[in-house]
Nanobody, 124 residues
Framework: QVQLVESGGGLVQAGRSLRLSCVVS????????VGWFRQAPGKERRFVAA????????LYADPVQGRFNISRDSDKNTVFLQMNNLQLEDTAVYYC?????????????????WGQGTPVTVSS
């Protein structure tokens, strides 16, 4: 069983930054990927970014490209999402999820395990 726990969400003014953390525990494959998704009220869950458990490959959604940065600390089994220049439209509940086997994916259906989510609210 795999567990993911997010933290770091909160209320922030537009233009400021936040860093989310996702701690992964349990029995994982040797190679997997962790993705961040977000879901705004009344909207579907959407891909934000993903990183492989090994190597340097990352993937970003167009709306966050250049503003968000995904990274990992393998020693601490933690994946981070650094969010800079936050905008009102970034307001959502942010989830991290684990995709088994090699390869980065944008679809939530590719991910097998999910955290409980952490809310991010950007105010004007």
């Amino acid at each position: 069983q795999v567990q993911l726990v997010e933290s770091g969400g909160g209320l922030v003014q537009a233009g400021r930054s936040l860093r989310l953390s996702c701690v992964v525990s349990g029995r994982t494959d040797r190679i997997f990927s962790v993705g961040w998704f977000r879901q705004a009220p009344g909207k579907e869950r959407r891909f934000v970014a993903a990183v492989l458990s090994r190597g340097t490959e990352t993937l970003y959604a167009d709306p966050v490209q250049g503003r968000f940065n995904i990274s990992r600390d393998s020693d601490k089994n933690t994946v981070f999402l650094q969010m800079n220049n936050l905008q009102l439209e970034d307001t959502a509940v942010y989830y991290c999820a684990l995709k088994r086997d090699y390869g980065l994916g944008r679809s939530p259906y590719e991910y097998s395990y999910w955290g409980q989510g952490t809310p991010v609210t950007v105010s004007s």
